[in-house]
């Protein structure tokens, strides 16, 4: 009996957060979501924290859509674009350099960087404007232990009237200061004290209750991060859908903006996670966040789904 031929993957990473990828331009994969959860597992399938796929797009020059790996779709992924901008490059479909793809967060554009064997090394990704208005994050306020609120002006006066910076969230019994942004994605951001070792912070005992707290209407992704000095940030993160993860680029982005706004870094900073480092910048004239790190391919292959 003949085989039906397995489907080509690509297992990559950008700063150690991992994706199975497949080149979804000339076929179709039927139920991404269930193929994201068996596919995604560590140890019955080939471990990932998710899965993304690069369609074919009207506005862009490529789509990507992204799933968890319990199967929900997330409407943006920094370290997954970078990588899409890598495969699509390394793998001959594109010859550009400067590169749009649309996601369920609008288009994004990528200027990807070759290394001396002419493979991307790494990609500048302009990340668009933050969102703070707390219902288009969303948070539901009523979550809150109680919103005291304040107005953030952006640019040409633009004032944001219910931002959700450096309120108070009762999380298992204990009081925390959050500030909320969304960068096409929602995320809350937590600080640690300066002294406390951040790689032992028990992140799976909190993150669940925060990624599933009632102020967070669509699950939360959630930033713990120790501030170093004005441009070093450490960041460690617990992701909707996938839990820990060992870096993600929307969370670099958003706790950048975040640590802005409460005043206590400058609008460039690295972001350092468990699996390496990102640039952030908030242009603040432009209102526009860019990220840049790293774009690795680590093997590829053909699985049964
Ligand atoms: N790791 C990603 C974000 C992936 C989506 C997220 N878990 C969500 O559901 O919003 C990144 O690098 O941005």
Request: aromatic share 6%.
């Amino acid at each position: 009996m003949k085989r039906r031929p397995g489907m080509k993957f690509t297992k990559m990473h950008g700063a150690g957060n991992d994706y199975i990828y497949v080149d979804c331009t000339q076929s179709v994969i039927d139920n991404p979501s269930q193929v994201a959860i068996d596919l995604s597992d560590r140890h019955f399938g080939i471990g990932s924290d998710g899965l993304i796929l690069i369609k074919n797009s009207d506005k862009a020059d490529f789509f990507m859509e992204m799933y968890n790996a319990d199967g929900s779709q997330g409407q943006m992924c920094g370290n997954g674009i970078r990588c899409v901008g890598k495969f699509v490059y390394d793998n001959g479909l594109t010859d550009k350099t400067t590169v749009t793809i649309d996601t369920l967060a609008g288009v994004k554009i990528l200027e990807l960087k070759t290394g001396a064997d002419g493979k991307v090394e790494t990609a500048r990704v302009n990340m668009g404007a933050p969102i703070l208005e707390a219902a288009q994050i969303p948070v539901d306020t009523k979550g809150l232990k109680e919103y005291k609120g304040c107005e953030i002006e952006t640019i040409a006066g633009k004032v944001v009237k219910t931002p959700v910076v450096d309120e108070t969230i009762v999380v298992e019994g204990k009081e925390y200061k959050v500030t909320a942004v969304s960068m096409g994605n929602p995320h809350a951001i937590v600080y640690l004290d300066k002294d406390i070792d951040i790689k032992k912070f028990e992140i799976e005992k909190i993150g669940p209750f925060f990624e599933n707290h009632k102020a967070f209407p669509e699950r939360i992704n959630t930033e713990f991060i120790q501030v170093v000095d004005k441009n070093n940030l450490n960041m460690r993160v617990w992701e909707r859908g996938s839990g820990e993860t060992l870096a993600c680029g929307t969370g670099a982005c958003a706790s950048l903006v975040a640590t802005v706004l409460n005043g206590m870094c400058d609008t460039t900073a690295t972001l350092h996670l468990l699996g390496g480092d990102l640039k952030i910048t908030w242009d603040k004239d432009e209102n526009t966040v860019y990220l840049e790190g790293p774009a690795k391919t680590v093997f590829t292959g053909e699985v049964d789904i």
